[in-house]
């Protein structure tokens, strides 16, 4: 487990930035062990939780961290992007759908940031953060699809309604 203690967006927490173990010793309890050392030590120092990040496409791992009642948290790039393609579709046609697509798959919200949180103000503060930090990534996923659809024009790539 490779971890550090950091204050996020004025939440302190222990994050995670890897718990890797062989497949072969896989499902013994292990990840589940560090897992629990990682929350102990946390509440020891007097943190209001534990973060990590975790790829998109990496379900064991997702469904392993629900399980240990790690939740999306409310500025996780995944979140803020469920808003997005009404934006898209309104600003540049259902052709620029699949520009969207693109930006979430290799973009920033190829992973979820999850976190478990046991301090009621800490939640609060990461909500009221989320708002901001939401419409900071529309904006940027936006002028990203603007760029591409730009670059596509130049190439002969029409903006389809």
Not at 4 to 33: N, S
Not at 123 to 142: G, P, R, V
Request: charged residues 25%.
């Amino acid at each position: 487990v490779h971890f550090r203690f950091v204050d996020e967006e004025g939440t302190a927490v222990l994050y995670v930035y890897e718990l890797q173990l062989d497949p072969k010793v896989h499902r013994l309890g292990l990840g589940k062990h560090l897992e629990t050392l990682c929350e102990a030590i946390s509440k020891e120092q007097d943190m209001d939780g534990v973060m990590l990040t975790c790829f998109c496409h990496n379900e064991p791992a997702l469904r392993f961290y629900q399980q240990c009642g790690y939740r999306v948290g409310p500025h996780c790039p995944t979140a803020c992007a469920v808003d997005l393609p009404p934006l898209v579709e309104e600003e540049f046609g259902r052709f620029a759908l699949n520009q969207v697509k693109e930006f979430l798959i290799e973009g920033e919200a190829s992973y979820q940031l999850l976190c478990k949180l046991w301090n009621d103000e800490a939640k609060q503060t990461l909500a009221a953060f989320a708002e901001q930090s939401k419409q900071h990534y529309i904006a940027a996923a936006m002028a990203t699809i603007r760029d591409r659809l730009k670059v596509g024009r130049e190439y002969g790539l029409r903006n389809r309604r």
